[in-house]
């Protein structure tokens, strides 16, 4: 088409554009983000860690908490982001995933010495960090390109990371067959490799935001659906079929296929954009754009623009302790200290420890769950399959449906927060009352709960806090995940369930030897434990309630408007730009 118009050169110049474009860096994202959740697959390669190692409960669940702590301790990430372009903290992510899992493999494949605990848990926490630095120049630098639609933006690329256990599982049953450990191996250089393949491509861009960009934001949703449906098929037919290696290849294969479709909506944005071009060259009417900007739209009279500045000078020259106490309006950019220290950060923090602990318990451990309720293997192997599709549905629904509050009912986002946690709490009491075939209700919901908590949270500190520090707010938001992790996986659940399975073993008359696996079996086993995060799900819905109170009327504003100019705005800036 674009050769036809001009020839071999116009179409090296239109594929530079689609290269250099904000779009192909859009796709990239989606590339990385697609495989770089190997954190939401512990409950796969735990059993061969707890079975080849010969650990505990209790130290399985800490070897988790450090997973969980390295892919949420993200502040260092951040500030790196704040100063260096984006390809610096992914190559940084590409290589700690590398050596990280490496390290791992080799460990449980007996090809090094058996580590100590503390090697094992500083091995798994280099590797899940490397996710901080992979989300942080990911998903912050496209919230920067694409402001006006950051909800549906943001649930879109956790989609992907939801999705990316199930599409990392298939590349391996396609590469490796069915040997556990392998995967691990597979965690390690996949993500990596291709982290450094679309380094160049990962950038910021200052430009103009064309009007139709939520448009095709909703052919990418829509394309992701159409992928995670199939992943969803491909997935129980391999629970209903023995597939041979070819079969595992063939959906491999169409899988990429899906997971590169979204390059054609790429190209035929690319080409529209191209088109406007050549319109404004041959002396068309140019476009009223939309400036991407995070500054306010100028003064049009000047005597107020010289009172801003003198205001924002007086600001300034205010001491940074004294500044901390005294932040902006909600929705202006905050500095780090101003945000960490202000209420609302902290209400969102408590409420984000309370909910997210009880859903990571369940995300880390539903293997264990499974067998001790007595589940089939098969059908836990499933269970942490389908969660991935769930987590990713609960990350792009909630992309909708929480814009959609916002912009058009102007309900204030949080209140997703708290519906999210009302909702896990059906699925830890389904576990907890240990229902007839209530895992497989409880994953679904526990998954949708959890995947539609992080989208929401990001949204809900950009808006809030603002985006000039965004990258490193956005990693403390994050902190409170590792610290409910700990609290309920490790010191409730992991607890509780190494002390029913002592107390099995001593009715049998039997005693644990040093260095063997300990199991329980039974309803017991969690019974005590989800009632308790249950407990606290339903207290971090009521926290949550405060913050809906606190940024109701900030909700009920315009909070977009500064990502826009006004169309007399923008026609005044494009007369100037062509000399009128």
Same mark, same amino acid.
């Not at 735990?46 to 209790?58: C, F, H, M, P, T």
């Not at 493999?105 to 605990?117: E, G, Y």
């Not at 490790?490 to 002390?499: E, F, S, T």
């Given at each position: 088409?674009?050769? =036809?118009?001009?020839?071999?050169?116009?179409?090296?110049?239109?594929?530079?554009?689609?290269?250099?474009?904000?779009?192909?860096?859009?796709?990239?994202?989606?590339?990385?983000?697609?495989?770089?959740?190997?954190?939401?697959?512990?409950?796969?390669? =735990?059993?061969?860690?707890?079975?080849?190692?010969?650990?505990?409960?209790?130290?399985?669940?800490?070897?988790?908490?450090?997973?969980?702590?390295?892919?949420?301790?993200? @502040?260092?990430?951040?500030?790196?982001?704040? +100063? /260096?372009?984006?390809?610096?903290?992914?190559?940084?992510?590409?290589?700690?995933?590398?050596?990280?899992?490496?390290?791992?493999?080799?460990?449980?494949?007996?090809?090094?010495?058996? #580590?100590? &605990?503390?090697?094992?848990?500083?091995?798994?926490? @280099?590797?899940?960090?490397?996710?901080?630095?992979?989300?942080?120049?990911?998903?912050?630098?496209?919230?920067?390109?694409? %402001?006006?639609?950051?909800?549906?933006?943001?649930?879109?690329?956790?989609?992907?990371?939801?999705?990316?256990?199930?599409? +990392?599982?298939?590349?391996?049953?396609?590469?490796?067959?069915?040997?556990?450990? $392998?995967?691990?191996?597979?965690?390690?250089?996949?993500?990596?490799?291709?982290?450094?393949?679309?380094?160049? &491509?990962?950038?910021?861009?200052?430009?103009?935001?064309?009007?139709?960009?939520?448009?095709?934001?909703?052919?990418?949703?829509?394309?992701?659906?159409?992928?995670?449906?199939?992943? !969803?098929?491909?997935?129980?037919?391999?629970?209903?079929?023995?597939?041979?290696?070819?079969?595992?290849?063939?959906?491999?294969?169409?899988?990429?296929?899906?997971? +590169?479709?979204?390059? *054609?909506?790429?190209?035929?944005?690319?080409?529209?954009?191209?088109?406007?071009?050549?319109?404004?060259?041959?002396?068309?009417?140019?476009?009223?754009?939309?400036?991407?900007?995070?500054?306010?739209?100028?003064?049009?009279?000047?005597?107020?623009? &010289?009172?801003?500045?003198?205001?924002?000078?007086?600001?300034?020259?205010?001491?940074?302790?004294?500044?901390?106490?005294?932040? %902006?309006?909600?929705?202006?950019?905050?500095?780090?200290?101003? *945000?960490?220290?202000?209420?609302?950060?902290?209400?969102?923090?408590?409420?984000?420890?309370?909910?997210?602990?009880?859903?990571?318990?369940?995300?880390?451990?539903?293997?264990?769950?499974?067998? $001790?309720?007595?589940? #089939?293997?098969?059908?836990?192997?499933?269970?942490?399959?389908?969660?991935?599709?769930?987590?990713?549905?609960?990350?792009?629904?909630?992309?909708?449906?929480?814009?959609?509050?916002?912009?058009?009912?102007?309900? #204030?986002?949080?209140?997703?927060? /708290?519906?999210?946690?009302?909702?896990?709490?059906?699925?830890?009491?389904?576990?907890?009352?240990?229902?007839?075939?209530?895992?497989?209700?409880?994953?679904?919901?526990?998954?949708?709960?959890?995947?539609?908590?992080?989208?929401?949270?990001?949204?809900?500190?950009?808006?809030?806090?603002?985006?000039?520090?965004?990258?490193?707010?956005?990693?403390?938001?994050?902190?409170?995940? %590792?610290?409910?992790?700990?609290?309920?996986?490790?010191?409730?659940?992991?607890?509780?369930?190494?002390?029913?399975?002592?107390?099995?073993?001593?009715?049998?008359?039997?005693?644990?030897? #040093?260095?063997?696996?300990?199991?329980?079996?039974?309803?017991?086993?969690?019974?005590?434990?989800?009632? @308790?995060?249950?407990? &606290?799900? !339903?207290?971090?819905?009521?926290?949550?309630? @405060?913050?809906?109170?606190?940024?109701?009327?900030?909700?009920?504003?315009?909070?977009?408007?500064?990502?826009?100019?006004?169309?007399?705005?923008?026609?005044?800036? !494009?007369?100037?730009?062509?000399?009128?």
């Amino acid at each position: 088409m674009v050769a =036809s118009a001009g020839g071999g050169l116009n179409l090296m110049a239109f594929s530079l554009q689609v290269l250099n474009g904000r779009w192909f860096m859009a796709f990239s994202s989606f590339l990385i983000m697609s495989v770089s959740g190997a954190s939401y697959m512990f409950s796969l390669y =735990s059993r061969e860690i707890k079975s080849v190692l010969g650990y505990d409960q209790s130290t399985l669940n800490f070897l988790s908490f450090f997973k969980d702590l390295g892919s949420n301790i993200g @502040i260092l990430s951040g500030l790196i982001n704040e +100063i /260096t372009p984006p390809w610096v903290i992914l190559a940084i992510g590409g290589v700690l995933n590398f050596f990280g899992y490496l390290m791992i493999w080799l460990a449980v494949t007996r090809k090094i010495a058996k #580590p100590q &605990v503390w090697n094992m848990c500083l091995y798994i926490f @280099i590797g899940a960090n490397s996710h901080c630095s992979t989300n942080t120049g990911v998903v912050v630098t496209c919230v920067k390109n694409f %402001p006006g639609v950051r909800g549906v933006v943001l649930g879109i690329l956790t989609g992907y990371l939801g999705l990316s256990a199930a599409i +990392i599982t298939q590349f391996y049953y396609a590469f490796y067959g069915n040997d556990t450990k $392998s995967l691990i191996l597979l965690m390690a250089w996949l993500p990596s490799a291709t982290a450094f393949v679309f380094l160049p &491509v990962i950038r910021n861009h200052k430009g103009l935001q064309q009007p139709n960009d939520s448009k095709v934001f909703y052919k990418f949703l829509y394309m992701t659906l159409v992928l995670a449906g199939f992943l !969803m098929i491909v997935i129980i037919l391999q629970k209903c079929f023995r597939f041979t290696q070819s079969e595992y290849y063939v959906s491999a294969t169409l899988m990429i296929l899906l997971i +590169i479709l979204p390059l *054609a909506a790429v190209i035929m944005e690319e080409y529209r954009i191209w088109k406007i071009k050549q319109e404004q060259i041959n002396g068309g009417d140019p476009p009223k754009p939309l400036k991407i900007t995070t500054e306010k739209p100028k003064e049009e009279n000047f005597t107020a623009h &010289v009172a801003q500045a003198e205001k924002k000078k007086s600001h300034e020259q205010v001491s940074c302790c004294r500044s901390i106490f005294s932040p %902006p309006n909600r929705g202006e950019d905050y500095t780090i200290l101003q *945000a960490i220290f202000s209420i609302d950060m902290l209400v969102l923090f408590l409420a984000t420890v309370c909910g997210i602990g009880g859903n990571l318990t369940v995300v880390n451990n539903l293997s264990q769950i499974g067998i $001790s309720l007595g589940y #089939p293997s098969h059908s836990i192997l499933t269970f942490v399959s389908l969660m991935a599709i769930w987590i990713y549905l609960g990350k792009v629904v909630q992309g909708v449906v929480s814009e959609f509050l916002v912009t058009k009912l102007k309900l #204030p986002r949080p209140l997703m927060i /708290t519906a999210i946690y009302l909702l896990s709490s059906v699925g830890h009491l389904l576990i907890a009352f240990n229902a007839p075939n209530g895992l497989y209700a409880a994953s679904i919901i526990v998954g949708f709960c959890f995947g539609a908590n992080w989208p929401i949270l990001s949204s809900i500190v950009s808006e809030l806090f603002g985006l000039k520090h965004f990258s490193t707010l956005y990693n403390i938001g994050t902190m409170a995940s %590792p610290l409910g992790s700990y609290l309920l996986s490790v010191r409730v659940a992991g607890h509780l369930y190494d002390k029913e399975g002592m107390k099995q073993m001593a009715a049998l008359g039997l005693k644990r030897k #040093p260095g063997e696996e300990l199991n329980c079996n039974g309803g017991e086993c969690y019974k005590l434990a989800f009632f @308790i995060i249950t407990a &606290v799900a !339903m207290f971090g819905a009521l926290v949550s309630v @405060i913050l809906v109170l606190r940024t109701r009327s900030f909700y009920r504003s315009d909070i977009y408007r500064k990502f826009r100019e006004e169309d007399r705005a923008a026609e005044t800036q !494009m007369a100037v730009a062509n000399g009128d």
